[in-house]
């Protein structure tokens, strides 16, 4: 079943200048970019995309780093989006992520890991509702 999923490329991917091995990557998967922007989060974009965090200990160094410096959002589409990329992400502790997988590659640690991606398909529905209009997805 085709779904759509979002991804952050985060500020690390950016000053590491892998933004493009990691789309690449993501093309090789089999997705399809219906959308994609290079912006700079604020602060205030940061703590509303990541309020389900608010609570937990880690929530204001997110918020920093994510507001560090850009960040490419994609809209990606292809069968089974959401669990299709989440496998290709690897854990979340780029130290743990399995070899091969963007955050084993691409990440350095449990908050620099490389790569966000929704982690359900109603989450991507919102996600991808926060970044883009329907008009901007083609």
Same mark, same amino acid.
């Given at each position: ?25 993501l093309e090789q998967e089999g997705f399809e970019i219906i ?14 995309? #990541? ?7 880690? #929530? ?79």
């Open positions: 079943m085709r779904e759509r999923t979002l991804t952050i490329l985060k500020p690390d991917t950016v000053a590491r200048r892998n933004v493009g091995a990691i789309i690449s990557r959308g994609a922007k290079r912006l700079q989060l604020t602060e205030e974009q940061a703590k509303a995309f #990541y309020a389900v965090h608010r609570e937990r200990p880690f #929530y204001r160094s997110l918020v920093e780093f994510m507001t560090s410096g850009p960040v490419w959002v994609m809209a990606l589409e292809r069968d089974n989006a959401v669990e299709h990329l989440r496998r290709v992400m690897g854990a979340t502790d780029s130290a743990k992520a399995e070899k091969g997988t963007i955050r084993a590659q691409f990440g350095t640690n449990i908050e620099r890991n490389a790569i966000h991606g929704s982690d359900s398909p109603e989450n991507a529905r919102q996600e991808v509702a926060f970044f883009f209009s329907a008009a901007e997805l083609v």
